[in-house]
């Protein structure tokens, strides 16, 4: 089961950092990713970072401004969003795949969360 609270209203420019928490430790052996979603859109990949967390992978849309890391002691994943903008307003899913494959491909994820609110004002 996957676990994404954090989401809220924050103003253009600022920054938030999401959490996407495990049960079991099987998920540490997982690469993770965050995706995101806009109503009437499809969803769309952020960022992923394999098991050990050494490899990351990021959408153009975001590199530079999100960071993806992860505390496998935690069994956390986290999403650091900075410099946000309006369009990044959306509902952020993390996803854990259990071959550790760092994909933007939502069809490799075999875990997914419900979501969380991402809300920026201009």
């Known amino acids: 089961q996957l676990v994404e609270p954090g989401g809220r209203l924050v103003q253009a420019g600022g920054s938030l950092r999401l959490s996407c928490a495990a049960s079991?430790?099987?998920?540490?052996?997982?690469?993770v990713g965050w995706f995101r979603q806009v109503p009437g859109k499809e969803r769309e990949f952020v960022a992923a970072?394999?098991?050990?967390?050494?490899?990351?992978h990021y959408a153009n849309s975001v590199k530079g401004r999100f960071t993806i890391s992860r505390e496998n002691a935690a069994a956390t994943v986290y999403l650091q969003m900075d410099a946000l903008r309006p369009d990044d307003a959306a509902v952020y899913s993390c996803?854990?795949?259990?071959?550790?494959?760092?994909?933007?491909?939502?069809?490799?994820?075999?875990?997914w969360g419900r979501g969380t609110q991402v809300t920026v004002s201009s």
């Open positions: 996803a854990a795949n259990r071959v550790n494959f760092l994909t933007t491909k939502e069809s490799y994820y075999d875990y």
């Open positions: 079991g430790r099987a998920f540490n052996n997982y690469a």
């Open positions: 970072i394999n098991a050990h967390g050494l490899n990351t």
